[in-house]
């Protein structure tokens, strides 16, 4: 069986259609898909690749691809006003958490989009709007090795196969995080919940109750991470009072609540 064949029979959902397209390479998933989302492809389309040349993180920055990692896009068409989009990227992060605890693995979430495992980071999460549909990208490390990776990141990051010293089948994993972005999307349109999909994130995360230092462009603020307002930005309280905070890179700059 292809490895399409077993992410579209693993996943179980009743909100997703998945129809999985696999790259042995190819530069950037979210870029497959944008071009296929501007020519009209369908909710719950994937684009899967087992090694990406170009690879995109947030901020402008490259995303690391060798193979051995799970590097999959996924289109969606949801039934949200786009304001409400970047609660999709919380949620997609709780489903990339989730999927990696049950593995053993004691994951936690930096503010916006970044999967942890004792502060270094083993996935990330680059959402992108087309036309209307929105793009989920999502890499994890996962049976890549941490020298694998460029040697001026390799202390930043580490992989699935290094923290639990055995590989994971990669269709299961990418399934079971299909399947996790299909219940939580179906119990968002169906109830409009958006404080559930906020307070499952703030569950998982390693950012509030932190002290952190926000940086975006040249500003730079810090603060105490207090929570996560309505439409998904950073709260932070500051020497100069309340603030929120809708994009920039996080760094923790103090000890917070103890990982999973
Ligand atoms: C980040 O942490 O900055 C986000 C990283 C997102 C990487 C994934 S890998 C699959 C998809 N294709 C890309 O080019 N980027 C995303």
Redesign the pocket.
Known sequence: MSLAQMIERRVVSRRLTIDVLVFDTT?????VLRAMAQGGACDGTVVV?RH?T??????G?T?A?PPG?A???LLLRPMLEADRYPLLTLLAGSAVCEALRALGVSAALKWP??VLVCER?V????CEVVDGALIV???VNLNSHVADFPHEIQERLTTVREVTGHTVDIATFIADVLTGIGTRLERLEATGDDQAVIEEWSRLSCTLGRHVKVVDGGQVVEGLATGIGPSGALMLETTSGPLLVRAGDVQHVQQGRPGP
């Open positions: 530069p950037s998933t979210n870029d690749a990406q170009a690879g995109r993180g947030r901020l920055r995303w691809s990692g590097y999959f896009s989009n970044d980071k996935g990330g999460i680059l990208g999502i890499g």
